[in-house]
T-cell receptor, first 118, second 112 residues
């Protein structure tokens, strides 16, 4: 089965440092997402991306966050100046079409990148 | 406010037994409801997707039900296996292109 791959699987960074999390979505998918899950809490939406621009973003996705599709295969999430509260599992996801309102649209999640800010 | 509530928070059952997990939602206008399985430290994996017109959908030993009138869903696991130990997350989509709404999940532990 096709899969979304993420790197690194785990990163420890100092507060204030920049972090880039990388994702390779499923090859024929056009829509990409980042979600995060703080330990013990529910999965939260960060941002959706299509055609090289942000489709939607949540309140969490402030100016410290940015996304980019630097080439034809990678999709990245950058956190400019990490804070302790950014410690979480970050999931990349992709789908053929946008959003969850279409029942046939399965959103595939990667295995996650566990970010620890110290 | 769009919300998804799941119960119980956690559940321990013996291998081979059945169990049922519950989900209540207030997402409106409703489009579809999804159940995901999330193993510890891994990404969610889709189990079922149901629209308002579907009452029941099965995927192997997993059977999801949906009552769109009462805004409730359940996930029934039959003949549980040790590998079923995971968090089961109820996720609801509304009819726009707004993001999915996730529940906190039910943590299921199947023991021998």
């Amino acid at each position: 089965e096709p899969e979304v791959t993420q790197t690194p699987s785990h990163q420890v960074t100092q507060m204030g440092q920049e972090v880039i999390l990388r994702c390779v979505p499923i090859s024929n998918h056009l829509y990409f997402y980042w979600y995060r899950q703080i330990l013990g809490q529910k999965v939260e939406f960060l941002v959706s991306f299509y055609n090289n621009e942000i489709s939607e973003k949540s309140e969490i996705f402030d100016d410290q966050f940015s996304v980019e599709r630097p080439d034809g295969s990678n999709f990245t999430l950058k956190i400019r100046s990490t804070k302790l509260e950014d410690s979480a599992m970050y999931f990349c996801a992709s789908s053929e079409i946008l959003g969850g309102s279409y029942t046939g649209n399965t959103i595939y999640f990667g295995e996650g990148s566990w970010l620890t800010v110290v | 406010k769009n919300q998804v509530e799941q119960s119980p928070q956690s559940l321990i059952i013996l291998e081979g037994k059945n169990c049922t997990l519950q989900c209540n939602y207030t997402v409106s206008p409703f489009s579809n409801l999804r159940w995901y399985k999330q193993d510890t430290g891994r990404g969610p994996v889709s189990l079922t997707i149901m629209t308002f017109s579907e009452n029941t959908k099965s995927n192997g030993r997993y059977t999801a039900t949906l009552d769109a009138d009462t805004k409730q869903s359940s996930l029934h696991i039959t003949a549980s296996q040790l590998s079923d130990s995971a968090s089961y997350i109820c996720v609801v989509a509304n009819s726009g292109n707004t993001p999915l709404v996730f529940g906190k999940g039910t943590r299921l532990s199947v023991i021998a």
